[in-house]
């Protein structure tokens, strides 16, 4: 939802959708010739002949949002969002050493109730012939670890997908200069989305022309929002809550700052 509403700046330009394919299609960093370990990239992964056919692969694929393809020598405002990316951040620092990074943090119940019915749907199956897997096919992120899921019910698996996920990003965006990230809070979003999606465009050096602003329900959206939907899965959610407790301390730490 944010990336959709923040495409809809002017002069921001997108591949259109997550860049799933646009980053794994290079085959030296497909999961399958990494021995499907994990999406996780680090900065050695970023040689200068896999930084210039990354770049060379997202510029080609840019539009507005009017769907136009940026021109021979106009600057390039690029905006980024796939979940995976949560796992790359030294490897999209080195590639993209001009970028900024947005981290939008979300109550964790209802993010793991949005991961369980993303599994549970089926839409969302990421890597279906996963070697090893077993069980209902492998959906969202790859973390590391994934092996020592297997078995294990649903809310752990995604329990464990957020806790590795977040803990990463955690230890990777400390490492930025301050300048280079922003952060925001999705309830802060939905409560004022004006205000948020402003501050957000100033931060990051954005333009906003539209007099209003109404958020709208993103694409890839299975049910419709509601803040206690979580409590459709909340005795699971609450097993594994004390397991996340460092890494939502970590967090609120940040956002505090």
């Known amino acids: 939802m944010l990336f959709e509403t923040l495409a809809r700046a002017p002069g921001v330009l997108t591949i259109g959708d997550e860049s799933h394919q646009l980053i794994e299609g290079v085959p030296q960093l497909s999961p399958e010739a990494r021995g499907f370990e994990s999406n996780r990239l680090l900065a050695a992964d970023a040689t200068p002949v896999m930084t210039e056919t990354l770049r060379r692969r997202f510029y080609e694929a840019l539009r507005d949002r009017s769907g136009r393809r940026p021109q021979p020598g106009q600057p390039v ?38 991961m369980i019915e993303a599994w549970t749907t089926g839409r ?74 402003r501050r957000l465009c100033a931060a990051t050096g954005f333009d906003w022309d539209e007099p209003s602003l109404a958020l709208r329900l993103s694409k890839y959206t299975v049910s419709a929002p509601d803040a206690d939907k979580w409590r459709r899965h909340a005795a699971e959610i609450e097993a594994v809550l004390p397991s996340l407790a460092e890494q939502i301390a970590r967090v609120e730490r940040l956002t505090a700052r």
């Open 124 to 197: 969302f199956r990421t890597y279906p012939q996963l070697p090893g897997w077993t069980g209902t096919q492998w959906s969202l992120l790859l973390v590391p670890g994934w092996r020592e899921l297997i078995g294990r019910p649903l809310h752990e698996i995604v329990a464990a997908q957020w806790n590795t996920a977040t803990r990463l990003l955690l230890d990777d965006l400390e490492t930025l200069p301050a300048e280079r990230l922003t952060i925001t809070r999705y309830d802060a979003l939905v409560a004022d989305p004006a205000a948020e999606i």
């Open 77 to 114: 405002r690029m905006l980024e969002k796939t979940p995976k990316n949560s796992l790359r951040v030294p490897f999209l620092a080195r590639v993209f050493p001009e970028a900024r990074f947005l981290y939008l943090y979300r109550d964790p119940r209802q993010v793991l109730s949005s």
